[in-house]
């Protein structure tokens, strides 16, 4: 496969990676909202922990490296309680 025909693939699955999380987030902020409404703390350690463990499984699954899963997993958290807040 040509370079310039990789890096639309790259870009392609960039596009779908965006859509993605742009759909986390509004899903982030739909949580923000029922928390305020129930006067709950946006922070749950509990919640992330099992995030985290999410991502590291799925990645060990996967053959993925799993600190890259978790540090994604914390980039995403990290900007979904922005949007809670």
């Given at each position: 496969?040509?370079?310039a025909?990789?890096?639309?693939?790259?870009?392609?699955?960039?596009?779908?990676?965006?859509?993605?999380?742009?759909?986390?987030?509004?899903?982030?902020?739909?949580?923000?909202?029922?928390?305020?409404?129930?006067?709950?703390?946006?922070?749950?350690?509990?919640?992330?922990?099992?995030?985290?463990?999410?991502?590291r499984?799925?990645?060990?699954?996967?053959?993925?490296?799993s600190?890259?899963?978790?540090?994604?997993?914390?980039?995403?958290?990290?900007?979904?309680?922005k949007?809670?807040?």
């Amino acid at each position: 496969m040509e370079l310039a025909e990789l890096r639309k693939k790259i870009a392609f699955t960039d596009e779908k990676i965006l859509a993605l999380i742009f759909e986390r987030m509004h899903i982030a902020s739909e949580i923000g909202r029922v928390k305020k409404e129930s006067d709950t703390p946006v922070l749950n350690k509990e919640v992330e922990d099992a995030v985290i463990s999410r991502y590291r499984n799925f990645a060990k699954e996967e053959g993925m490296d799993s600190d890259f899963a978790e540090e994604l997993a914390v980039l995403l958290m990290t900007w979904s309680k922005k949007i809670q807040e």
